[in-house]
């Protein structure tokens, strides 16, 4: 299996950046999408985004489509979310998650292995 483990959370100011990054292990990172999935306090977690396993093709959740950009580097096995003009709204437990399938994913059930999640707080 791949167990994804996120990393770069914060504590931010609204309309600053923060770049989330996620690796996982395996040799067979490349072959598989990642998605970013998100859960704020006393709301059910949602998508965020998502990306291919070739990294050809994305996905967005309307509420942060133009701010947010997923990436991945297969090299490095390492899936990054750069989040740009954070809001408040944005504040939340951002999971990393792995499907073993090559196609991008906006759905939580076709997802196989979850992060255990990073902290992320915007400030007004």
């Known amino acids: 299996q791949v167990q994804p483990v996120e990393s770069g959370g914060g504590l931010v100011q609204a309309g600053d950046s923060l770049r989330l990054s996620c690796a996982a292990s395996g040799r067979t990172f490349s072959r598989f999408t990642m998605g970013w999935f998100r859960q704020a306090p006393g709301n059910e977690r949602e998508f965020v985004a998502t990306?291919?396993?070739?990294?050809?093709?994305?996905a967005y959740a309307d509420s942060v489509k133009g701010r947010f950009t997923i990436s991945r580097d297969n090299a490095k096995n390492t899936v990054y979310l750069q989040m740009d003009s954070l809001k408040p709204e944005d504040t939340a437990v951002y999971y990393c998650?792995?499907?073993?399938?090559?196609?991008?994913?906006?759905?939580?059930?076709?997802?196989?292995?979850w992060g255990q999640g990073t902290q992320v707080t915007v400030s007004s």
């Open positions: 990306i291919s396993a070739s990294g050809g093709s994305t």
């Open positions: 998650a792995i499907a073993y399938r090559g196609v991008i994913a906006t759905r939580q059930n076709e997802y196989d292995n």
